[in-house]
């Protein structure tokens, strides 16, 4: 069902201060970065190989990033893995009685379609099924 894994996602508190860290440090070049409305964050993707570093900021305090940070603090957020059809993907998932946070696919960054997987039934990891679209 997965093909590869798009991106692994980062929750910062200053996207602008993490994205000079991973270009100091590792000489990384921001291949993207959109502010995504529908989720109150904004991120900046880093290509790793045919991968991402997705550095998410929340855009407003209501925001579940914005809430991730205030429990957890920084750090890992999500791992989003790669699947053909993000609608099969996830009512192939759902028909197991694994709970999902999305009960259908939406709009993600870069014109793709996702879905979360619930962290309760990921071992304590939030998942993201990434549809990769032609709009790309």
């Known amino acids: ?12 508190k200053n996207l602008d201060q993490a994205v000079s ?5 590792f000489q990384a070049v921001v291949e993207h970065r959109e502010i995504i409305s529908s989720d109150m964050v904004e991120e900046a993707l880093i290509k790793v190989g045919t991968s991402y570093i997705q550095l ?3 855009t ?7 809430k991730f940070l205030e429990k ?10 790669r699947v053909d ?7 192939a998932i759902q028909s197991k009685g694994i709970a999902t946070i999305d009960e259908i696919p939406r709009p993600g960054s870069r014109g ?7 962290p309760k039934d990921g071992f ?7 549809q990769i679209n032609d709009q790309e």
């Open 56 to 58: 998410l900021a929340p």
């Open 124 to 130: 304590g990891t939030l998942i993201e099924l990434v």
């Open 112 to 118: 793709t379609t996702v879905a979360f997987v619930h």
């Open 60 to 66: 407003s305090d209501q925001s579940p990033v914005a």
């Open 1 to 12: 069902m997965i093909s590869d894994i798009d991106h692994i996602a980062i929750a910062v």
């Open 21 to 25: 860290y991973y270009q100091d440090t």
């Open 85 to 91: 059809n993000c609608s099969e993907a996830l009512k």
């Open 72 to 81: 957890r603090g920084e750090g890992l957020h999500h791992v989003g893995y």
